[in-house]
């Protein structure tokens, strides 16, 4: 469906500057400009400092989840651009929504927050401890021991009792959902368990993260393509008949797999690791246009030939598989030529469609249409923007550990409540190889805490 372009609200407020992009890509004066207009583009869609607004929240009718999506963009475009506009802004944001547990689950969403939906929080911050993104002053707040009370609170939610294991979509019966498990859901655990495995030096996580691929290749949400050597990943399935996968491709879900098998090659240089970062790498051609010579980045499963029906959350899937494509390139080399050229292409053809609204830099859907689509949202702006910033991903040094200069705190304990007020920051050096039990008793307790606050 075509939208009629509409601008009300919030999203009229910046009419002043008409301007169109025009991106040389090895111009970093030309991706400034480029990426400085997107982005005053994507905030005219938060409020959160005004009358009515919330803070962290972008305006009706984003959710709350796009939001942790949103601040992940704009950590990257602070670091990739090396521009500290935002800084305080995301900072704010991120600590104000932690909720009382300091775990992404706010009182406000309890009632409908997914896994997913915490999960994309969870990546953010993640990022914010790679990127040594200015410390908060409170430790419960730390990046690290944020991202760690994450995934906690969800390795705590692994329900063996139906298809053999994974992480329900839902984290609440009483939401529509609650009887499927979806790769989404499944592909932020994997994602953030092989960066803190990598980040802290500490095996639980990977071994998390190796069970949670596991699972998933079991009941074929992960499928290898045997004639071609190329991962594709699935939508989700329902509890009900497990095997009876919905196999819809999002860009996002490939990108999650993706980048957290390229977190694990990097750490433990196994082969298996590299080898399926390659492979899943391969299986990621059927989100590029390749009619022409250069390839164009689409969302292969609502942006059809002819018309898109993509929701406001699915259009903003192209950025953050722009951004797990951009880390992969750095993690694992072997695969930057063909991201290279992906990111390139794919960030011409975001710029030019960048020329829509009354502001003159209102991003479209469509990239391989010339000019602007018609299209306009949170997520066209978020997608142009990582795209197009993550030109720059080779020019910056690569995500951080903690024992590369990474200084965030950690708390493996996180999530549930316990005390961060004597962390130490983390300075590991070699691997720990005795905690994948410790973990798993740890989550036996953990089960009962969140059993009894879910009742409360
Ligand atoms: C793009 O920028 C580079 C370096 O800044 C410059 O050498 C080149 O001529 C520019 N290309 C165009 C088409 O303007
Ligand atoms: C780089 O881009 C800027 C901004 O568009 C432009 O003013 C400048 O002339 C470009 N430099 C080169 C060498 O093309
Ligand atoms: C930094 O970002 C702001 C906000 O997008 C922009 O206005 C400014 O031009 C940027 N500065 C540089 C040096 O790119
Ligand atoms: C929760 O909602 C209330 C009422 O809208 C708002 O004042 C408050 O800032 C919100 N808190 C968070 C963490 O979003
Ligand atoms: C799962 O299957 C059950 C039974 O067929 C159905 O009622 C439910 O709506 C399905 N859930 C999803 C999310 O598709
Ligand atoms: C489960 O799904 C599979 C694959 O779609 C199908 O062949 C099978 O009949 C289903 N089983 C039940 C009990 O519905
Ligand atoms: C990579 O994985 C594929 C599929 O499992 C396998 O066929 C191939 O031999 C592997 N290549 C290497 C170098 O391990
Ligand atoms: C891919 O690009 C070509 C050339 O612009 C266009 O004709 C085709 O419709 C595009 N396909 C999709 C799915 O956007
Ligand atoms: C995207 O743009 C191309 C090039 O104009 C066009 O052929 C294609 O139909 C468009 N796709 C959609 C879904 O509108
Ligand atoms: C691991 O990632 C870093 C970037 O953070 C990169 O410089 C290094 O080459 C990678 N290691 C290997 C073995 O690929
Ligand atoms: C990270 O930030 C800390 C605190 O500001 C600083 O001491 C450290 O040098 C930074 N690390 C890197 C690699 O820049
Ligand atoms: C490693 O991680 C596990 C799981 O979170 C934790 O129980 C253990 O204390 C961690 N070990 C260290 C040395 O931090």
């Known amino acids: 469906m075509m939208v009629l372009f509409i601008r009300t609200?919030?999203?009229?407020?910046?009419?002043?500057?008409?301007?169109?992009?025009?991106?040389?890509?090895?111009n970093l004066t030309s991706i400034q400009e480029a990426t400085g207009l997107i982005l005053s583009g994507l905030m005219d869609y938060y409020q959160g400092y005004k009358k009515g607004g919330t803070v962290g929240m972008f305006t009706n009718p984003y959710y709350w989840w796009e939001a942790g999506g949103?601040?992940?963009?704009?950590?990257?475009?602070?670091?990739?651009?090396?521009?500290?506009?935002?800084?305080?802004?995301?900072?704010?944001?991120?600590?104000?929504?932690?909720?009382?547990?300091?775990?992404?689950?706010?009182?406000?969403?309890?009632?409908?927050?997914?896994?997913?939906?915490?999960?994309?929080?969870?990546?953010?911050?993640?990022a914010a401890a790679e990127k040594n993104f200015t410390n908060p002053k409170d430790p419960e707040k730390a990046w690290l021991a944020l991202a760690q009370g994450v995934f906690n609170t969800m390795a705590a939610r692994w329900d063996v009792a139906h298809c053999g294991g994974g992480l329900r979509?839902?984290?609440?019966?009483?939401n529509m959902g609650y009887d499927y498990k979806n790769s989404v859901s499944n592909g932020c655990l994997f994602n953030i368990g092989a960066r803190l495995a990598r980040y802290t030096g500490n095996d639980s996580y990977a071994d998390w993260a190796e069970k949670v691929w596991d699972w998933m290749e079991e009941v074929e949400l992960l499928k290898l393509q045997e004639n071609w050597n190329l991962w594709f990943v699935y939508d989700g399935l329902n509890n009900t008949n497990c095997s009876h996968v919905t196999e819809i491709q999002w860009t996002y879900n490939q990108g999650l797999m993706l980048n957290g098998a390229a977190f694990l090659c990097n750490y433990t240089q196994e082969e298996k690791w590299c080898n399926r970062t390659e492979n899943l790498l391969a299986g990621s051609v059927v989100f590029f246009n390749r009619t022409t010579e250069n390839p164009v980045m689409y969302e292969a499963a609502c942006q059809g030939a002819t018309k898109s029906n993509c929701n406001?959350?699915?259009?903003?899937?192209?950025?953050?598989?722009?951004?797990?494509?951009?880390?992969?390139?750095?993690?694992?080399?072997?695969?930057?030529?063909?991201?290279?050229?992906?990111?390139?292409?794919?960030?011409?053809?975001?710029?030019?469609?960048?020329?829509?609204?009354?502001?003159?830099?209102?991003?479209?859907?469509?990239?391989?249409?010339?000019?602007?689509?018609?299209?306009?949202?949170?997520?066209?702006?978020?997608s142009a923007l990582e795209v197009i910033q993550s030109l720059r991903v080779h020019d910056r040094p690569g995500p951080l550990t903690a024992s590369t200069g990474g200084s965030s705190l950690g708390n493996p304990a996180a999530g549930f409540g316990t005390s961060n007020r004597d962390a130490e920051p983390l300075n590991l050096t070699s691997k720990d190889k005795a905690g994948a039990g410790i973990i798993t008793a740890l989550i036996g307790v953990s089960l009962t805490a969140s059993f009894v606050w879910l009742i409360i």
């Open 70 to 126: 949103a601040w992940g963009s704009l950590i990257d475009f602070s670091y990739l651009m090396e521009n500290d506009t935002y800084v305080d802004v995301i900072s704010t944001s991120l600590q104000y929504q932690t909720g009382e547990q300091n775990n992404y689950m706010p009182l406000n969403q309890t009632t409908t927050e997914g896994n997913d939906d915490q999960g994309f929080w969870g990546l953010a911050v993640m």
């Open 312 to 382: 406001n959350d699915q259009r903003s899937f192209k950025a953050y598989f722009a951004r797990f494509l951009a880390l992969t390139s750095v993690l694992v080399p072997s695969t930057r030529p063909t991201i290279d050229k992906y990111i390139q292409s794919s960030a011409v053809a975001a710029a030019q469609s960048c020329s829509g609204g009354t502001d003159g830099h209102t991003c479209g859907l469509n990239w391989s249409w010339k000019g602007w689509d018609g299209y306009w949202g949170l997520g066209e702006q978020m």
């Open 9 to 26: 609200g919030a999203v009229a407020l910046c009419v002043s500057r008409v301007m169109a992009i025009n991106l040389n890509i090895t």
């Open 169 to 174: 979509w839902q984290i609440f019966q009483w």
